[in-house]
Each structure stands twice: as C-alpha cells, then as structure tokens.
C-alpha cells in the first residue's frame, strides 16, 4: 500500500490526515482517494503538489507511478510574496 | 540611553552573534508583503549590510498587508520606502537599494553578499534568483505565502527545488485565496529566526527541509527534501 499524507490545503478544508491506498499513478492514486472521499473537490486534488521522495510533483507529472510501500505528501504550493 | 539599543536582543544573541549581523551582507528580493517585515526583522535583530531589490512601488491593494506600505507612501517605490523607514531604526545600517527587477541586474554587482532572501511573489523570478544565487554559491533563503499558508526554506546551490516548484502553469493558492496580513508576517517571522539559527550554526536550521506552515489549523508540518 502507499501512505498518502495530506497537508496545508486539503488537510484543513477536509481535516484529513492520511490515506492508504494501492500503488499506481499519481492519477489513479486521486481516482481511489475521490472514491473513498467523495466530499473533495476533484480540482483541489488535481490542483495540489505532490512530494514523492523529496521531489516535487506537478499535475504535468501525474502519470509517475508510485510503488508499493511508499509514502507520498500530497499538499499546494504558494507564491505570494 | 547608555545601553546599546539591540540590548533586548542579547538573551539569544551573543556578542559574537552581533558582531557576526552586523558584518554580514545580505540582497533581500522583493519588498512587499514578506519583505517588508522580513528586512524590518533583520534591521532590528542589528544586520549591518541591507540590499532591498524591488521595481515596483506601493499601491493601495498593498494596504492590507504590506508593513510599510500606508497612505502616505502610495506611488512610491518599495525599497526606497523600506530604506528610508529602517534607517530611522538604525541609522548606521548600511541599507542600499536597486529599483530594477533581479532578472535585469548584473550579478557582479551582488559578489560580496553573503545570503540571498527570497521575497518574491512571481514564480520565474523565483527561479532567476534561485539560479543567481546558485551562480554566486550562496545559500538563499525561500519564503512564500498565499491565504492561511506558508512555506520557507533554506536553498542551497546544489539544489533544484525552487525550479520544481515553480517551473509549472499551476496556479499557487495565492491566485484564488489572495494574501491576508498575517501570512507574510508569520512567514517572515519564521525566516527571521531561521536566518538567526544559520549565522549561530544552530544544528536546527531547516537546511535541507521545506516547511509549510498552517495558519487554519495551526500545523507546522517539514518536507525533507531530495537535493
């Protein structure tokens, strides 16, 4: 399974944490997590940036297969200043 | 009025500490929301050298966040408002500014600064200063905000984070959630103390993490990220 930690956005909009789900895409992982969590908007999900590993994900990216055991942060950037 | 005017200061700053601020160079870039209270941060912690980069002058959309931005300083230009306002602080700062974006400005002119701050607020000037400071081979400190979040960090040269980050058409949450005054601020704050922690080599700097702050649910949450 793959540990998926939400943070800033998605974790205080819908006050969650994290979420196991089967390794795949990036793509398929929100797929499963808007299954299981139907109240998120498919935009906040497919807006966010994803860390797998230290690096930086963008929605560009999504098709990046996420294997089994790994833990990725799901979260959105900002660029105000 | 015998006592030096950093006294309160001095419960986490040593003698050394001071000597070492007031002898450092740093170029902060972008002099609005997060800048502002970040140079007034350093100019009270007793910086010595203050570069202030920005092109832009205030305008009343800056009103609600901006530290120095007021009614009476509207129309002008950020760092010149910034410089003349901090020096009022310490007057024997050494505080210049360039009213030019970083983009345009010959990176000689920046070879004795010893830390570059990130202050902007668009993501390919980011990404210009990301790369000037990695050509100067001096850390750079990142800081952004937008709505109830946050996030700093400490860039090193060898890093390519900033790039990853911002290199997308990916709007921030700055775009839709806009920026109320405490987001700087508290960003800017938790740069300040960062900066602090790496001039005392203070094993709890944030070298290799981003942090994100959450400003709804009051988390601080860091990302250790792959250099």
Known sequence: MVKVIFYNLLRSKYHLEQVLVSPGTITDIFHEILVKYPQIESNDLFGAMVFDHGKAIHQEQFSRFIVDLSEIIVTHFVGGG | ?227
């Open chain 2, 1 to 227: 009025m015998n006592e030096p005017w950093t006294k309160m200061n001095s419960g986490i700053l040593s003698l050394d500490d001071q000597e070492l601020l007031s002898n450092c160079r740093v170029l902060l870039v972008g002099c609005g929301g997060i800048g502002g209270y970040l140079a007034n941060h350093l100019v009270r912690l007793g910086l010595g050298h203050l570069t202030l980069v920005d092109f832009d002058r205030f305008e009343t959309t800056n009103l609600n966040r901006q530290l120095f931005s007021s009614t009476m300083t509207v129309e002008k230009y950020k760092a010149n408002v910034l410089q003349e306002e901090l020096l009022k602080v310490n007057p024997l700062a050494d505080i210049n500014t360039i009213i030019d974006r970083i983009e345009n400005i010959p990176e000689t002119i920046f070879f004795q600064i010893d830390y570059v701050l990130d202050a902007l607020d668009s993501g390919p000037s980011k990404i210009a200063l990301s790369r000037l400071a990695q050509r100067l081979g001096v850390p750079l400190l990142h800081g952004s905000c937008g709505g109830w979040y946050g996030q700093f960090g400490w860039i090193y040269p060898n890093s390519s984070v900033l790039e990853e980050i911002y290199e997308t058409k990916q709007p921030g949450l700055e775009q839709s959630l806009m920026n109320p005054s405490f987001a700087p601020a508290s960003v800017a704050s938790f740069m300040a103390s960062e900066f602090v922690k790496m001039i005392q080599h203070d094993p709890t700097v944030a070298h290799t993490k981003l942090t994100l702050i959450d400003l709804k649910t009051n988390a601080i949450l860091s990302i250790d990220r792959r250099e």
